[in-house]
C-alpha cells in the first residue's frame, strides 16, 4: 500500500503570497490532519478533515484554511504568507473511525520557507 | 495548554540500550505514541500503547507506561547507529498532542 504523499515537498514563497499544499491519505483512509512543525514551537495541530468535513481545529489563525475531496485527497491553503509561517508541514492519515485503533501514519512533509 | 514533555537530548554507544522518557499531559488519554523522524523526513509510527497496559514489547522496542505518574518510557535494545534520529512522544486528545522530541545520537 502506498503510504501518504505531499506535493510539493518544498516552497519558496515571498510574504503576502498565499499558498496551497496537497496531501494523499493512504489508500481507505477518511480522515486527514494537518501539522506545523517549528524549531520552536514543535508540532502544532492544525486541523483534521473526515469525509469532507473539517472535524477538529486547532489554534490557528483564520489563514489557514483546508478542504477535503470526495476521495479523501486534501488541501490546505494560507493566505497573506508571514515569515512566521516558515515551517515543515506535515499531513497524516487515519481510518478516522470511532471505536478501532487509531493509528496515524505522516507524510514526508512540504518544507514552506517565506522570504 | 499544558506540554508533553521529554528531555532533548540522550547520546548512547552502539550496541547499548536506549531509553527516552516522556511525560504527558492527559491522564484520560487512551493511547500514547512513539513516533521516530529522521532528517528531511516525516514522522514515522514505531509503536504505541493503549492506556490499560502497563508494558508492550515489540522486537528491540519496550514501551512503559506509568499511569499515576503519567510517565511514558520507550527503550531500544541493541541500540544501533540508524537508530539516530528524534524521537517524539504524544498522546490523543482531539487530536495527536506532541513533546518537542528527543534527539538520539547512537555512537560507534
Known amino acids: 500500500k502506498a503510504g501518504v504523499t505531499q506535493t510539493p515537498r518544498y516552497l519558496i514563497k515571498t510574504r503576502g503570497q498565499q499558498v496551497t499544499l496537497s496531501c494523499s491519505p493512504i489508500s481507505g483512509h477518511r480522515s486527514v490532519s494537518w501539522y506545523q512543525q517549528t524549531p520552536g514551537q514543535g508540532l502544532q495541530f492544525l486541523f483534521e478533515y473526515f469525509s469532507e468535513t473539517q472535524r477538529n481545529k486547532g489554534n490557528f489563525p483564520g489563514r489557514f484554511s483546508g478542504r477535503q475531496f470526495s476521495n479523501s485527497r486534501s488541501e490546505m491553503n494560507v493566505s497573506t504568507l508571514e515569515l512566521g509561517d516558515s515551517a515543515l508541514y506535515l499531513c497524516a492519515s487515519s481510518l478516522g473511525m470511532t471505536g478501532i485503533i487509531y493509528e496515524q501514519y505522516f507524510g514526508p512533509g512540504t518544507r514552506l520557507t517565506v522570504t | 495548554g499544558e506540554d508533553v514533555e521529554q528531555s532533548l537530548f540522550l547520546s548512547v554507544r552502539e550496541g547499548d540500550s536506549s531509553v527516552i522518557n516522556c511525560t504527558y499531559t492527559d491522564s484520560s488519554s487512551t493511547y500514547l505514541y512513539w513516533y521516530k523522524q529522521e532528517p528531511g523526513a516525516g514522522l514515522q509510527l514505531l509503536t504505541y500503547i493503549f492506556s490499560n497496559m502497563d508494558m508492550k514489547q515489540d522486537q528491540r522496542l519496550t514501551v512503559l507506561l506509568n499511569k499515576k505518574d503519567k510517565h511514558l518510557s520507550l527503550r531500544i535494545a541493541d541500540t544501533q547507529t540508524g537508530d539516530s534520529a528524534i524521537y517524539f512522544c504524544?498522546?490523543?486528545?482531539?487530536?495527536?498532542?506532541f513533546g518537542k522530541g528527543t534527539s538520539l545520537l547512537v555512537t560507534p
Open positions: 504524544a498522546e490523543k486528545g482531539y487530536a495527536l498532542n
